[in-house]
């Protein structure tokens, strides 16, 4: 437990260490990678490159040492980060890594001076607060998975059923397990974590559920769409090494971006590959008959994922109205319902007049930016705009 005066030091220094965050944000994360190379498959490569790893992990640590006396106004922070732990299974073992080196790059960042005991000490105590939150809810996670049916804790090994082309980037891969037991169901929305091994490293990714477990007669089974991304090195080798008949480890479901019962109006908005998880939402709603507007933003035809599968649900629910939106147009390609980029003036056109609707976005960044500021503009209240990121996460505004 800390004391008055420790929650007045870690207060305090909170805004030095967010005026110097990029230099804290790098030597913290160098250190971690190079002391400690076991997180290493916790985190992802371009992720890590790119920086947006470093700095979610970092600014998630300064979130909550600025809320710590009112953990309340974390809002939906702490219960992401939770769930994208357990997707890759970070375990008790990996939190005193992580603290050793968030207090070396505090005194290193800050100077002796500045960093003195007493401030590592107050840091040191309010990391172990934490810590301690997020493994006994983690903790709570893993049994619950374990214990549910089908459920499991852990890796589990599971076979590649089938691998179907859903666009020029899009490949979609169905899992049942190798031991041929039954399978932990999910919620709308959530993701799977996945353990391989590419070019002698471990790697560890979460990708979406692309649709439900059971569909259309087929046995369970987990479906992830997986974008080819020029530099990934799992979307990579799942696209050129992973055929019918691979074996791969997945870790239980996970994630708090579900889709919430509800009889209001369902807008779902997606960009390029976000439209994974809004797929198995879709597919969810629609058996409640409420109104759906599922509306895609993608480049072009060519990548677009899943067009013939909504409109042929489209066509045998007439609650369901699809509209898509290409940046370009190919010579040859089936013509999209508007052109260049979604933006509030297409929304006032495609969104019911009552704006009191529950909308679900998922996307790139920018495009996830402009959807949120398009929604507020056209009147949807903020607290029924959810969305989920690909990758760490980062603020909209």
Same mark, same amino acid.
């Given at each position: 437990?800390?004391?008055?005066? $420790?929650?007045?030091?870690? +207060? ?6 967010? !005026? ?49 006396? @009112? ?12 769930? +994208?732990?357990?997707?890759? $299974? ?13 207090? %070396? ?33 983690? %903790?709570? $996670?893993?049994? !619950? ?10 890796? %589990? ?8 082309? =859903?666009? =020029? ?34 790697? @560890? ?27 990934? +090195?799992?979307? %990579? ?24 019962? !509800? ?26 008959? @409420? ?7 993608? @480049? ?8 013939s599968a909504l409109e042929e649900l489209a066509a045998r629910h007439p609650q369901l109205q699809v509209r898509f939106c290409y940046e370009n147009q190919r010579a040859g390609d089936v013509a999209p319902h508007a052109h260049g980029f979604i933006d509030a003036a297409l929304l006032q056109q495609w969104l019911p007049a009552d704006r009191d609707v529950d909308a679900y976005f998922v996307g790139p960044k920018p495009f996830m930016k402009a959807i949120r500021q398009a929604l507020e503009e056209l009147g949807v ?17």
């Amino acid at each position: 437990m800390l004391t008055e005066a $420790q929650l007045a030091i870690v +207060k305090s220094t909170v805004p030095l260490l967010e !005026s110097g965050g990029e230099a804290l944000t790098t030597h913290f994360y160098q250190m971690l990678m190079r002391d400690y190379p076991q997180v290493r498959p916790l985190f992802n490569r371009t992720h890590q490159a790119s920086g947006d790893q470093p700095r979610a992990l970092a600014n998630g640590v300064l979130m909550y040492a600025r809320h710590i006396d @009112r953990l309340e106004e974390l809002g939906p922070l702490a219960a992401q980060i939770i769930n +994208k732990h357990v997707a890759v $299974q970070v375990m008790p073992e990996h939190y005193p890594m992580v603290g050793d080196c968030l207090l %070396r790059a505090i005194r290193e960042v800050l100077g002796a001076d500045i960093a003195t005991d007493a401030v590592i000490d107050a840091w040191g105590a309010a990391y172990g607060q934490l810590a301690d939150i997020l493994i006994g809810a983690e %903790r709570q $996670q893993y049994d !619950s998975k374990a214990e549910a049916p089908g459920g499991w804790r852990g890796g %589990r090994h599971f076979v590649v059923s089938r691998k179907v082309a =859903e666009s =020029e980037e899009i490949t979609s891969f169905y899992f049942v397990p190798q031991d041929g037991g039954s399978l932990l169901d999910f919620e709308p929305g959530q993701y799977i974590g996945l353990r391989m091994t590419v070019d002698g490293e471990e790697q @560890r990714r979460q990708y979406s559920l692309s649709a439900p477990l059971r569909q259309n007669g087929q046995p369970a089974q987990y479906r992830i769409s997986v974008k080819r991304e020029a530099n990934g +090195k799992v979307s %990579r080798h799942l696209h050129d090494q992973i055929h019918v008949g691979s074996v791969v480890e997945l870790f239980p479901p996970s994630g708090e971006f579900t889709l919430t019962a !509800s009889t209001r109006p369902l807008v779902l908005i997606s960009g390029g590959v976000g439209i994974t998880p809004m797929m198995s939402m879709l597919v969810a709603a629609l058996p409640s008959g @409420r109104p759906v507007h599922f509306i895609h933003a993608a @480049r072009h035809a060519g990548v677009h994922a899943f067009r013939s599968a909504l409109e042929e649900l489209a066509a045998r629910h007439p609650q369901l109205q699809v509209r898509f939106c290409y940046e370009n147009q190919r010579a040859g390609d089936v013509a999209p319902h508007a052109h260049g980029f979604i933006d509030a003036a297409l929304l006032q056109q495609w969104l019911p007049a009552d704006r009191d609707v529950d909308a679900y976005f998922v996307g790139p960044k920018p495009f996830m930016k402009a959807i949120r500021q398009a929604l507020e503009e056209l009147g949807v209240p903020a607290a029924q705009a959810r969305y989920e990121f690909f990758g760490p996460a980062a603020a909209l505004q």
